[in-house]
């Protein structure tokens, strides 16, 4: 399974839409995995405002029915002779059934209206921005090694194509070049090995052929802010066809 269909299978559990065998199959792969773990949480963290768009509201089954008979009054008077018949003054009840009427219309339209925008930001939520540049690092070999995804607000998916041989007090740390004759900017470290999104602020939106690369730096990252180590991968960006 890869990254990207085990993250989509992720938010179809979240959101209530996975087979119970999945749910059980990856609830036991995050018992096990800390990273797969992490990844439900902010799945549950990221759809978390589609419980707060709109509260639930139950009516009673034959609510509306039983209303519109008592404001009729059918059943209350059919079965007593009229003779029985206390006299009353006669109320018109026709303008409280009117009212009646209009409050469950708008009950109706606003549970329609919350539905809407439930659904309306899941969709959102289930389709992300799309990617700005691509970007397929290669190592000495000319292998590849990693996919670097980076959007217009710089939110880079770093997805590791193979496992990298870093020693354990090391750490692979990505950078990129905004301008061809400015320095390298550290987009962030990957900590644990593993695939993961960087995000960071103050970067103007990424370009076709921006450099990407990753390097092997000592634990904690690169003590200059500038890449010390051996370069893993590196690659030019591509704007893709969309």
């Known amino acids: 399974m890869t990254d990207r269909s085990l993250d989509m299978l992720i938010d179809e559990i979240v959101l209530g ?5 999945d749910v059980a ?14 990844r439900l949480d902010r799945a549950r963290a990221r759809f ?6 709109a509260d639930e ?26 003779e029985a ?18 409050w469950r219309g708008a009950a109706i339209g606003g549970l329609a209206a919350a539905l809407l925008l439930a659904v309306s930001l899941g969709w959102t939520l289930m389709n992300p921005a799309q990617p700005a540049v691509i ?22 998916r770093v997805t590791l ?15 990129t070049k905004p301008e061809d004759d400015g320095p390298p900017v ?15 602020e103050g970067l103007p939106a990424p370009h076709a052929q921006q450099l990407y690369e990753i390097t092997v730096e000592p634990e904690g990252g690169s003590p200059t802010n500038l890449p010390t180590g051996p370069i893993l991968g590196k690659g030019l960006a591509k704007a893709p066809v969309i």
């Open 186 to 200: 550290s987009l962030g470290l990957l900590a644990r090995g593993l695939s993961d999104t960087l995000t960071i």
């Open 25 to 38: 199959r990856v609830e036991a792969m995050a018992a096990d995995d800390p990273d797969i773990a992490a």
């Open 135 to 156: 970007a397929v690092l290669l190592n000495e070999q000319g292998e590849a090694v990693a996919l670097v995804e980076s959007r217009p607000d710089n939110t880079t």
């Open 161 to 175: 194509l193979e496992q990298a041989d870093v020693p354990p007090d090391r750490v692979m740390q990505v950078w």
């Open 57 to 82: 509201l139950e009516l009673p089954e034959g609510f509306w029915a039983r209303v519109e008979r008592d404001l009729d009054g059918t059943d209350s008077l059919a079965d007593t002779p009229a």
């Open 17 to 21: 839409l996975a087979d119970p065998a």
């Open 85 to 102: 018949r206390a006299p009353a003054e006669v109320i018109d009840l026709s303008g409280v059934r009117r009212a009646m009427t209009r």
């Open 48 to 53: 978390a405002p589609l419980d707060d768009t």
